[in-house]
């Protein structure tokens, strides 16, 4: 892949001219050329499209020459928490008056005011000039089905990489964004400590309301030479709450593991409820109702 520009330091025009009539060369997008061979199955009317997902990033860094960085799900892919699928275009933003515009279906250049490639705005990652995450998330919500919506927010506090604070002042800096509320909403979840569907799920349903204490999340245990987190606590009634994932439910390694977590924390007088995610999705009611009978029963 080579830039006309790049190209002209080396050869001279009419090299370059040659190489693309004899179909050496295939023009992707303007002024940049990838070598024919990248395009096995033949040249069609949108070749970007048809390069492998880096190739088609490098072409779009090389048509923006400096002026352009990742940004929505393409930057969630270069940071890491999402991998694009196919047929999903790149995406960039770049200064109001950069003169690059988009390339549909597969280039969408966002035209923004006061954004410079260049710190505070723009950082390098795995050597690409990328928004920053936070921003990144906020963009691609919209642009997700509603079902993917959740997980690339999740994932990216989960593994440390944003918190939900820097998340909320990012949702604050777009006050016209598409659904907007609801990623408010899952914001302030992560912000209480929920830290997977499932706990956002039990947080809004089940273990919060009348009756129910305040239940603390994600809370450090130390028992011995071993640090566990406890998903909810009650501090007075000294019971965690366990919610066990679909994906776990039934995994014989994962039951053994759990099991020899209970008894660490029973010996310092904790008590393990756990409710699988199938009670929990499918009878609310009836696990809040146990879940506060167990309570009172912990009360002196």
């Known amino acids: 892949m080579v830039s006309r520009a790049r190209a002209l ?13 004899s179909g050496a060369l295939c023009r992707v997008l303007p ?35 400096g002026r352009a960085a990742f940004s929505s799900l393409t930057a969630l892919e270069v940071h890491g928490v999402r991998r694009q699928r196919p047929g999903e275009p790149v995406h960039v933003d ?12 597969h280039l969408v250049v966002r035209h923004r005011t006061r954004f410079m490639v260049e710190p505070p705005c723009v950082m390098v990652r ?11 998330l906020v963009q691609s919500w919209p642009l997700l089905p509603e079902a993917d ?15 939900p604070h820097r998340l909320g002042g990012a949702v604050a800096s777009a006050p016209k964004l598409t659904g907007r509320g ?17 706990e956002i799920w039990g947080h809004d349903r089940v273990f919060t309301g009348p009756g129910m204490p305040i ?15 406890l998903d909810l606590f009650a501090e007075r009634e000294r019971v965690d709450i366990e919610l066990d994932g679909a994906a776990s439910h039934g995994d014989p390694r994962q039951r ?18 756990r409710f699988a995610h199938r009670r929990l999705v499918c009878e609310p009611d009836e696990v809040r109702r146990e879940t506060l009978a167990i309570l009172a029963s912990r009360r002196p």
Request: net charge positive; hydrophobic share 45%.
């Open 9 to 21: 330091e080396v050869v001279p025009p009419w090299t370059l001219r040659q190489a693309y009539r």
């Open 31 to 65: 002024a940049v050329y990838v070598d024919r061979q990248l395009l096995p199955g033949g040249v069609p009317d949108s070749p970007l499209g048809a390069l492998a997902p880096e190739v088609a990033r490098r072409a779009v860094l090389a048509y923006a020459d």
């Open 149 to 163: 919506r959740t997980g690339p927010v999740i994932r990216a506090v989960n593994d440390g990489m944003t918190t």
């Open 215 to 229: 239940l603390r999340r994600q809370v450090r245990v130390r028992v011995g030479t071993r640090t566990m987190y």
């Open 126 to 136: 795995r050597g690409v000039p990328v928004i920053r995450l936070e921003e990144a």
């Open 256 to 273: 053994e593991i759990d099991l020899r977590r209970d008894a660490l924390l029973a010996t310092v007088g904790i008590l393990v409820v």
């Open 182 to 198: 609801p990623l408010s909403a899952l914001v302030d979840r992560l912000g209480a400590g929920c830290r997977s569907a499932l």
């Open 94 to 105: 770049v200064p109001a008056m950069a003169g690059l515009r988009s390339r549909p279906p």
